[in-house]
């Protein structure tokens, strides 16, 4: 078993930066794929990053590329996603997410092995 929980949410305007984090319970956080997800109001979850357990394969969606990037650090069992220029359209509440051996890439809700609580995102204009 694996918790995982989020941190770094919060209200910030247009164009400004934020970063979550995500911290594992298990030292061996290195050997999960992870992915971050998000959900707006009335909207189903989707996907927004993932990275493979050995950092190959990452994936980023098209509205998000070149703006938000993963940062892994094994020794202390965290992921980060570091958002840059945000937009409105990025307010949701976003999760943290993992998967033992996970590959990476354009990874589906349903193959998620470890949910984080999630932490709202909002981006006022």
């Known amino acids: 078993q694996v918790q995982l929980v989020e941190s770094g949410g919060g209200l910030v305007q247009v164009g400004d930066s934020l970063r979550l984090t995500c911290t594992a319970s298990r030292r061996s956080f290195s050997n999960y794929g992870v992915a971050w997800f998000r959900q707006g109001s009335g909207k189903e979850r989707e996907l927004v990053a993932a990275e493979g357990w050995n950092g190959l394969n990452p994936f980023y969606i098209d509205p998000v590329k070149g703006r938000f990037t993963i940062f892994r650090d094994h020794a202390k069992s965290t992921m980060d996603l570091q958002m840059d220029n945000l937009k409105a359209e990025d307010t949701a509440v976003y999760y943290c997410?993992?998967?033992?051996?996970?590959?990476?890439?354009?990874?589906?809700?349903?193959?998620?092995?470890?949910w984080g609580q999630g932490t709202q995102v909002t981006v006022s204009s």
């Open positions: 997410a993992a998967k033992w051996r996970g590959r990476g890439g354009n990874e589906r809700p349903e193959t998620v092995e470890y």
